[in-house]
């Protein structure tokens, strides 16, 4: 008789959806960069699919590897060699990430739960978006939704991931940029964003909005002469899974503060 699922979940969006879902007993370990979206206590920290080394993850004797994006060939090499199947997610939009959560449900034998994860997390993101609707109306006679830059990394400059986007126009505001890309100071210029927010990856909270306010070729950049330089925990907005809802909430904030000032 086979033994209970042994899985080590190698992105931090794939432990928030396994804690969800309540699945967490069946995890062994979790990639180091799980912050605040899971409370893993002392389950063994391990790396992802960017960098990993087989010893560790083989110890832990997984019978499943559940990982997402970014990948690296070399490391997927790696991870394939450990012996367990390995499931790499890639979701690109809110309709992605659904899917995934029901996927993960299926694979943990807690469809249930998870079809009711889906269910709470699109009827919260579109209270909040009631709510941002309701903002725009009051305010569409004085002024357009805000354009809205959101950006993942500063060096090489990468606009946040599409479904950031879909959270943008769900909060009320209108996405400067095309998301999930490189780039440049001029073309950010150009877009002149309302507002803008730093999610940057692998940072928490601490992305320096003084770099942005410095930066010499955005001085008449909207955003930059009001000061609406804004930072978001990047797990809130980089982790495809129900943490969105919170990063959702704090989108909704930051261009609100744009529309007051408006």
Not at 159 to 175: F, K, N
Not at 243 to 257: D, K, Q, W, Y
Request: include cysteine.
């Amino acid at each position: 008789m086979a033994g209970p699922p042994r899985i080590v979940s190698l992105a931090p969006s794939a432990t928030s959806i396994l804690w969800a879902v309540g699945a967490q007993r069946d995890v062994v370990g979790v990639s180091k960069w799980c912050g605040e979206v899971a409370a893993v206590g002392r389950l063994p920290r391990v790396g992802d699919c960017w960098a990993a080394e087989v010893e560790p993850i083989a110890r832990l004797r997984p019978t499943l590897l559940i990982g997402s994006v970014p990948f690296k060939p070399e490391t997927m090499a790696i991870l394939l060699g450990i012996g367990a199947p390995l499931l790499a997610m890639n979701p690109r939009s809110l309709a992605d990430i659904y899917s995934d959560i029901e996927m993960l449900g299926r694979i943990t034998g807690r469809g249930a739960a998870a079809a009711g994860v889906v269910r709470k997390m699109k009827r919260e993101l579109q209270a909040a978006a009631g709510r941002a609707h309701r903002r725009t109306k009051a305010t569409a006679r004085r002024a357009a939704k805000p354009r809205v830059y959101c950006e993942a990394w500063p060096n090489p400059r990468i606009s946040s991931p599409p479904w950031v986007a879909e959270l943008v126009e769900l909060a009320g505001g209108r996405p400067a940029l095309p998301a999930g890309q490189r780039v440049t100071d001029e073309q950010v210029a150009r877009a002149r964003p309302d507002v803008i927010l730093l999610a940057w990856t692998a940072t928490g909270a601490r992305a320096d909005p003084r770099r942005t306010l410095n930066e010499p070729e955005w001085r008449e950049v909207p955003a930059v002469r009001a000061g609406r330089v804004f930072v978001i925990s990047d797990e809130l907005l980089n982790t495809p899974s129900p943490i969105l809802v919170r990063g959702m909430r704090e989108l909704a904030h930051a261009i609100r503060a744009a529309e007051q000032q408006s």
